[in-house]
Protein backbone atom coordinates (compact mmCIF):
# COMPACT_ATOMS: atom_id res chain seq x y z
CA UNK A 1 0.00 0.00 0.00
CA UNK A 2 0.78 3.55 -0.48
CA UNK A 3 -0.64 6.72 0.61
CA UNK A 4 -0.08 9.65 -1.82
CA UNK A 5 -1.55 13.42 -1.43
CA UNK A 6 -4.12 13.69 -4.16
CA UNK A 7 -5.93 16.87 -5.35
CA UNK A 8 -9.39 16.98 -6.28
CA UNK A 9 -10.76 19.57 -8.40
CA UNK A 10 -9.39 23.29 -9.11
CA UNK A 11 -8.17 25.98 -6.77
CA UNK A 12 -10.05 27.64 -4.78
CA UNK A 13 -12.31 24.46 -5.00
CA UNK A 14 -10.14 21.43 -4.61
CA UNK A 15 -9.35 18.89 -1.48
CA UNK A 16 -5.80 17.17 -1.15
CA UNK A 17 -6.43 14.37 1.03
CA UNK A 18 -4.39 11.57 1.41
CA UNK A 19 -5.37 8.39 -0.23
CA UNK A 20 -4.08 4.66 0.04
CA UNK A 21 -3.72 2.98 -3.18
CA UNK A 22 -2.46 -0.58 -3.46
CA UNK A 23 0.11 -1.16 -6.58
CA UNK A 24 -0.47 -3.95 -9.04
CA UNK A 25 0.73 -5.03 -11.80
CA UNK A 26 -2.06 -6.18 -13.37
CA UNK A 27 -3.35 -4.93 -17.06
CA UNK A 28 -6.32 -2.65 -16.82
CA UNK A 29 -8.85 0.11 -18.46
CA UNK A 30 -7.57 2.24 -15.04
CA UNK A 31 -5.14 4.36 -13.83
CA UNK A 32 -6.38 4.30 -10.46
CA UNK A 33 -9.01 3.20 -8.31
CA UNK A 34 -10.12 5.85 -5.67
CA UNK A 35 -11.30 3.44 -2.60
CA UNK A 36 -14.36 4.40 -1.08
CA UNK A 37 -12.60 4.99 2.42
CA UNK A 38 -10.89 8.38 0.34
CA UNK A 39 -14.69 8.95 -1.59
CA UNK A 40 -15.70 9.20 2.04
CA UNK A 41 -13.82 11.14 3.50
CA UNK A 42 -14.35 13.77 0.51
CA UNK A 43 -18.34 13.21 1.28
CA UNK A 44 -18.66 13.36 -2.69
CA UNK A 45 -21.80 13.03 -4.56
CA UNK A 46 -21.14 10.88 -7.82
CA UNK A 47 -23.75 10.45 -10.98
CA UNK A 48 -22.36 7.91 -13.27
CA UNK A 49 -24.73 9.69 -16.19
CA UNK A 50 -23.06 12.51 -16.05
CA UNK A 51 -19.85 11.64 -15.06
CA UNK A 52 -19.20 14.26 -12.49
CA UNK A 53 -17.93 13.96 -8.54
CA UNK A 54 -19.11 16.71 -6.58
CA UNK A 55 -17.46 17.77 -3.03
CA UNK A 56 -17.90 20.26 -0.51
CA UNK A 57 -14.97 22.88 0.20
CA UNK A 58 -14.77 25.71 2.18
CA UNK A 59 -15.07 27.58 -0.54
CA UNK A 60 -17.95 26.02 -2.17
CA UNK A 61 -18.60 22.86 -4.17
CA UNK A 62 -15.65 21.45 -6.16
CA UNK A 63 -16.27 18.77 -8.76
CA UNK A 64 -14.16 16.24 -11.15
CA UNK A 65 -15.34 15.63 -14.38
CA UNK A 66 -14.79 12.64 -16.40
CA UNK A 67 -14.06 13.07 -20.16
CA UNK A 68 -16.48 11.68 -23.23
CA UNK A 69 -14.13 11.20 -25.78
CA UNK A 70 -11.58 9.20 -23.29
CA UNK A 71 -14.63 7.00 -22.21
CA UNK A 72 -15.91 6.15 -25.77
CA UNK A 73 -12.44 5.33 -26.55
CA UNK A 74 -11.96 3.09 -23.46
CA UNK A 75 -15.57 1.57 -23.91
CA UNK A 76 -14.97 0.83 -27.56
CA UNK A 77 -11.16 -0.29 -26.85
CA UNK A 78 -12.75 -3.37 -24.48
CA UNK A 79 -15.74 -4.16 -27.17
CA UNK A 80 -13.03 -4.50 -29.82
CA UNK A 81 -11.13 -8.65 -29.91
CA UNK A 82 -7.97 -8.56 -28.91
CA UNK A 83 -5.30 -9.25 -32.47
CA UNK A 84 -2.91 -11.62 -32.49
CA UNK A 85 0.84 -11.31 -33.19
CA UNK A 86 -0.62 -12.58 -36.65
CA UNK A 87 -2.71 -9.91 -37.11
CA UNK A 88 -5.57 -11.93 -36.69
CA UNK A 89 -8.45 -12.05 -33.80
CA UNK A 90 -7.54 -13.74 -30.88
CA UNK A 91 -10.95 -15.04 -28.53
CA UNK A 92 -11.69 -13.19 -25.90
CA UNK A 93 -14.19 -15.49 -23.74
CA UNK A 94 -16.95 -12.85 -21.99
CA UNK A 95 -16.50 -15.12 -18.66
CA UNK A 96 -13.12 -16.83 -17.60
CA UNK A 97 -13.30 -20.71 -17.16
CA UNK A 98 -11.15 -20.74 -13.83
CA UNK A 99 -12.39 -17.45 -12.23
CA UNK A 100 -11.00 -13.95 -12.23
CA UNK A 101 -7.42 -13.46 -12.63
CA UNK A 102 -6.00 -12.40 -9.25
CA UNK A 103 -3.20 -10.19 -8.59
CA UNK A 104 0.43 -12.01 -7.31
CA UNK A 105 2.46 -10.02 -4.45
CA UNK A 106 6.02 -8.43 -5.57
CA UNK A 107 7.82 -9.88 -3.24
CA UNK A 108 7.95 -12.27 -0.28
CA UNK A 109 4.53 -12.47 1.96
CA UNK A 110 5.53 -12.82 5.82
CA UNK A 111 2.71 -14.33 7.80
CA UNK A 112 1.72 -12.63 10.89
CA UNK A 113 -0.58 -15.16 13.66
CA UNK A 114 -3.27 -12.97 14.77
CA UNK A 115 -3.95 -12.88 18.56
CA UNK A 116 -7.82 -14.39 19.21
CA UNK A 117 -8.14 -12.29 22.46
Same mark, same amino acid.
Given at each position: M????VTF?E?P????P?AR???? !? ?8 I?Q #? $?????R??V? +? ?7 ST ?8 ? !???I ?7 ? #? $????DE???A +?H????PC?G ?18
Amino acid at each position: MVSLHVTFGEEPLSKTPAARFMVV !DVPSTYNAIIDQ #L $TLNHLRVMVA +TYHMVMKFSTKDGFGEVRG !DPQIQEVLFDSN #L $TPKKDEAGGA +THRPSRPCKGPPHPEPMEQLVEVPLNKA
